[in-house]
């Protein structure tokens, strides 16, 4: 049966806060509480990346589905698609999710945060209170979903490389743990000041080594990658990723799929394949059309300066990169470009930009 490469749950407001260190109370996230609207304070500030954290009542999955497509008909208001329902025991129960899993026809999922996207941008400036956060955060993922359970649920552990010796020793524990697969944010990495560092930097080879050595792969999940306040802001856009609220319209065209295209940049051009060669990283809701830009770029530059490739890119991205296409792009030329065994099938469910029944995604391979 399938194996679907991007599913989610929606977390508990004690996700990050229950293991979380005593002394980063008032940096990492807060759970603030007036009547019955909740909102998260994030590094002392409210965080707008989910507008209602307690996801109840939340998005009826799939009911995006035509928006996404762009394929909404004439006369029909775009927000009228939005439907909302309380939420199901399978989006926070690890044995309502096998159950779900069965009735859908999947034998395993990889399971990513939805709140948890936007929380190591939101602390980008506290090197100290991201790694309490992120830790805290795996420590609450082992008690409510483990991270190989029943060997079909893989929750992915998130990891930040601001600090990398604090990176490796979570590695290291979420490994022992019996992870299978880990989160790594698509973006620069933070420093604690204005300037990042790229996720190629040798500072990070111990982690890429680990995780080599382990096979385990690295997945890049869409995410807030800071990206709005890089590129969207100096247009006049948003500087913070809110993409529940009204939308950056420039904003969304300015940065598209930069983040993921920048990251794996990032990884090839500064090296990293080269030095961990069996190391192997997955692009998760991140869509497949950068794929083509970031070769002929690469290629170009190869072209220009040969000695810094060891061979063509498009190999390189053939032997270590997996992609999770959007459902209604082009699926045959993804697999013609990158080879179709490179290719994951991933349904984002239980969004509602995702696949409703996702199963369905088979309905999209009629080129195959």
């Given at each position: 049966?399938?194996?679907d490469?991007?599913n989610?749950?929606?977390?508990?407001?004690d996700?990050?806060?229950?293991?979380?260190d005593?002394k980063?109370?008032?940096?990492?996230?807060r759970?603030v509480?007036?009547?019955?609207?909740?909102?998260?304070?994030i590094?002392?500030?409210?965080?707008?990346?989910?507008p209602?954290?307690?996801f109840?009542?939340?998005?009826?999955?799939?009911?995006?589905d035509?928006?996404?497509?762009?394929?909404?008909?004439?006369?029909?208001?775009p927000?009228?698609?939005?439907?909302?329902?309380?939420?199901?025991?399978?989006y926070?129960?690890?044995?309502?999710?096998?159950?779900?899993?069965?009735?859908?026809?999947l034998?395993?999922v990889?399971?990513?945060?939805?709140?948890?996207?936007?929380?190591?941008?939101?602390?980008i400036?506290d090197i100290?209170?991201?790694?309490?956060?992120?830790?805290?955060?795996n420590?609450?993922l082992?008690?409510?979903?483990?991270y190989?359970?029943q060997?079909?649920?893989?929750?992915?552990?998130?990891?930040?490389?601001?600090?990398?010796?604090?990176?490796?020793?979570?590695v290291?524990?979420?490994?022992?743990?019996?992870?299978?697969?880990i989160?790594?944010?698509?973006?620069?990495v933070?420093?604690?000041?204005?300037?990042?560092?790229?996720l190629?930097?040798?500072?990070?080879?111990p982690?890429?080594?680990?995780l080599?050595?382990?096979n385990?792969?690295?997945?890049?999940?869409?995410?807030?990658?800071?990206?709005n306040?890089?590129?969207?802001?100096?247009?006049?856009?948003?500087?913070?990723?809110?993409?529940?609220?009204?939308p950056d319209?420039l904003?969304?065209?300015?940065?598209?799929?930069r983040?993921?295209h920048?990251?794996?940049?990032?990884?090839?051009?500064?090296?990293?394949?080269?030095?961990?060669?069996?190391?192997?990283?997955?692009?998760i809701?991140n869509?497949?059309?950068?794929?083509?830009?970031l070769?002929?770029?690469?290629?170009?530059?190869?072209?220009?300066?040969p000695?810094?490739?060891?061979?063509?890119?498009?190999?390189?991205?053939?032997?270590?990169?997996?992609?999770?296409?959007?459902?209604?792009e082009?699926?045959?030329?993804?697999?013609?470009?990158?080879?179709?065994?490179?290719?994951?099938?991933?349904?984002?469910?239980?969004?509602?930009?995702?696949?409703?029944d996702?199963?369905?995604?088979?309905?999209?391979?009629?080129?195959?």
């Open positions: 049966r399938p194996v490469a991007d989610h749950y929606y977390e508990t407001l996700a990050f806060t229950r293991h979380l005593r980063f109370r008032h940096r990492g996230v759970v509480q007036d009547g019955r609207h909740v909102e998260m304070v590094g002392g500030r409210v965080n707008n990346f989910i209602n954290p307690t109840d009542p939340v998005i009826v999955p799939g009911c995006l035509l928006q996404f497509r762009g394929q909404i008909p004439e006369g029909v208001d927000r009228s698609l939005t439907k909302v329902e309380p939420i199901r025991p399978e926070r129960d690890r044995e309502a999710r096998l159950a779900t899993m069965d009735s859908q026809g034998d395993a990889l399971l990513f945060p939805t709140l948890g996207c936007g929380v190591e941008q939101a602390l400036h100290p209170a991201t790694m309490a956060s992120l830790t805290a955060f420590r609450w082992e008690d409510d979903w483990g190989f359970h060997d079909r649920i893989l929750a992915a552990p998130m990891i930040s490389l601001a600090d990398p010796d604090a990176a490796l020793a979570e290291d524990r979420v490994l022992a743990l019996g992870a299978r697969v989160h790594v944010r698509p973006a620069p933070p420093t604690g000041t204005e300037k990042g560092r790229s190629g930097d040798p500072l990070h080879d982690v890429w080594a680990r080599a050595e382990a385990v792969p690295v997945a890049f999940h869409l995410g807030d990658s800071g990206y306040a890089m590129i969207s802001a100096p247009w006049g856009g948003s500087a913070e990723f809110a993409p529940f609220r009204a319209l904003g969304g065209v300015l940065i598209g799929d983040a993921i920048d990251t794996i940049a990032s990884l090839i051009v500064d090296g990293v394949f080269t030095r961990h060669p069996t190391l192997k990283v997955a692009s809701e869509g497949s059309d950068w794929v083509y830009p070769v002929k770029g690469l290629r170009k530059l190869a072209n220009r300066a000695r810094l490739f060891a061979e063509d890119p498009l190999d390189t991205i053939r032997r270590h990169v997996w992609v999770t296409p959007y459902y209604e082009d699926l045959r030329k993804l697999a013609d470009t990158i080879g179709v065994e490179r290719v994951l099938f991933g349904s984002d469910w239980p969004h509602g930009e995702g696949l409703a996702p199963a369905a995604f088979t309905d999209e391979l009629t080129a195959f």
